[in-house]
């Protein structure tokens, strides 16, 4: 399917600027003015601006918290994202039973986003506690499910002390050393498009993986 967005004014993250915007099967294809394509939707958005949809990178649908869960599921939460311009969430996994594995907690909120979110999601990982296993799955869920980010609390009942925030940080550093080593696959698959060189995006994948693994840790 065509769809042609017509006279608005198009936000990028470094301009705004009037343009056509030409989608195919919900991917852009083309920027520019007097688009057309043959059996395309025409969309008239003078007056408008186009914008791509936003990302809420902290959520709590579903939220369980002792005798409460919030008001949205992912269905309620997500439909009200999408009437405000928001095409995705990261959704943060409230604490499961005591000793959990991360992958228990993972599979729960998979059961209860699935068939339900509007638009797409991703998890935070949270950390009640920490152990051998946990360490394991923080790269098994960082691999599998494209999860690198996780609460740890340094409060309340189930508060991390220092002793095992430390291997939290620890086995995020040995993550991003693994994204250096990895430089040649950024190359590959990034380079290409910016003309930059894999030792470039394999520092930029190290800080990234280090901010993101732990930007919530001290939430």
Request: proline share 2%; net charge negative; with cysteine.
């Amino acid at each position: 399917m065509r769809t042609i967005i017509q006279n608005g004014t198009i936000v990028s993250d470094t301009a705004a600027f009037r343009a056509d915007l030409l989608l195919e099967d919900g991917v852009v294809k083309a920027v520019g003015a007097g688009l057309s394509a043959p059996d395309a939707q025409v969309i008239d958005a003078s007056g408008k601006y186009v914008l791509p949809g936003a990302v809420d990178v902290h959520t709590h649908m579903d939220l369980q918290a002792g005798a409460h869960r919030a008001v949205d599921d992912f269905y309620t939460g997500t439909v009200a994202a999408a009437c405000g311009g928001t095409t995705t969430i990261v959704d943060h996994m409230a604490f499961g039973p005591k000793g959990c594995s991360l992958w228990h907690q993972v599979e729960e909120y998979h059961r209860l986003a699935d068939g339900k979110a509007v638009i797409d999601y991703g998890f935070h990982g949270v950390l009640q506690h920490v152990d051998e296993r946990v360490l394991r799955e923080m790269g098994e869920l960082a691999d599998r499910e494209g999860i690198t980010s996780f609460k740890a609390y340094l409060t309340y009942d189930d508060r991390l002390d220092d002793g095992a925030l430390f291997q939290v940080l620890r086995q995020a550093r040995q993550a991003a050393d693994g994204y250096l080593k990895g430089s040649r696959a950024w190359d590959r698959r990034l380079g290409r498009f910016a003309g930059l060189a894999g030792p470039f995006w394999g520092a930029a994948g190290a800080l990234l993986a280090s901010g993101v693994w732990c930007a919530w840790l001290f939430l």
